[in-house]
């Protein structure tokens, strides 16, 4: 492939000078060998590629379909890459300075309706077993507190035992938060801690002692993975008879809010219970206040049946 060498000579600086995540650099590499096929298809170096090649290939990516979200991410590893060839003095100028990111709105965020997150946890607790108990625990703690995924998986078995009807989380910035824990949520909890250690055998844990974390894993963190998560909730998903590009932690998050929203919670508590350190970030939710808004109006203005 042409430019294979360069484009893993940047994906080794990314994670050696920049600490890129696997997840990071798995995302350059897809978009890099996209463009890098493309120009290749026309007989063109992709290291040589000048504004009018981008252009064409952001043409190329809109004709798919792509969102601009998307497009926007592909230009954006393009312009690091295109940096990097700068850096090593592999070229003397930057093809992507006069291009333009494609412009995005602000995509509303996707929900689960009430009727399917109740599928969903009835779906959940359908299993007792202990697998079962630790999938139902997963979702009704999920739901019930708007977590992070990754929030929830590093959770510690100390964290849900100073007051059953709260959680302390620890966010973004190492900061804490308290988040409140509904009656539901607490027995699924219980249910599950009951069985905990029957997850992983005596033999897995090193010298018999419990790491204490609340989803204990064989895995190299000691704890079950977000991809792993996301895996049981599509599984589930498919049980509950909900297409699982529908469910994932971030969309059972987003329910959490919205719901909350919809049945009167004010947007302040909602971005403490959500751990927004701005609340611009909670403010994509408004469109669920005025749409509540609307009815009440709607239904409670005494002018509002009457014809203009």
Do not use: C
């Amino acid at each position: 492939m042409l430019g294979g060498a360069n484009i893993s000579l940047f994906l080794e600086m990314m994670a050696a000078e920049r600490g890129a995540s696997l997840n990071t650099l798995q995302a350059y590499q897809r978009d890099l060998i996209r463009f890098s096929d493309f120009l290749q298809a026309q007989g063109l170096k992709p290291d040589r590629a000048q504004a009018l090649d981008i252009r064409n290939y952001l043409e190329d990516l809109t004709a798919e379909d792509l969102s601009p979200r998307t497009q926007a991410r592909h230009l954006s590893s393009l312009k690091q890459y295109f940096l990097f060839l700068m850096e090593e003095g592999l070229r003397t100028d930057n093809p992507i300075a006069e291009i333009d990111t494609p412009k995005m709105g602000q995509a509303l965020p996707k929900f689960l309706s009430v009727d399917d997150t109740e599928k969903l946890l009835a779906a959940a607790r359908d299993v007792q077993d202990k697998e079962g108990l630790r999938l139902h625990a997963l979702v009704e703690l999920l739901y019930a507190t708007g977590m992070r995924v990754t929030e929830l998986v590093s959770l510690k078995v100390s964290q849900t035992q100073r007051d059953p009807r709260i959680l302390t989380v620890r966010g973004k910035g190492n900061k804490e938060r308290l988040v409140p824990l509904s009656r539901t949520a607490r027995k699924a909890l219980d249910s599950y801690i009951a069985q905990r250690k029957n997850i992983l055998s005596t033999s897995d844990q090193k010298n018999d002692q419990d790491p204490g974390w609340l989803f204990p894993s064989r895995g190299k963190s000691g704890y079950l993975t977000r991809h792993r998560v996301g895996q049981l909730l599509k599984e589930l998903a498919i049980k509950s008879g909900i297409d699982p590009k529908k469910i994932s932690p971030h969309i059972l998050r987003h329910a959490f809010a919205t719901h909350l929203l919809e049945n009167g919670a004010d947007l302040r508590s909602v971005q403490k219970m959500l751990g927004h350190s701005d609340i611009s970030t909670t403010q994509i939710y408004t469109h669920v206040l005025q749409d509540r808004l609307q009815r009440l109006v709607q239904d409670h203005h005494p002018l509002s049946s009457k014809g203009s």
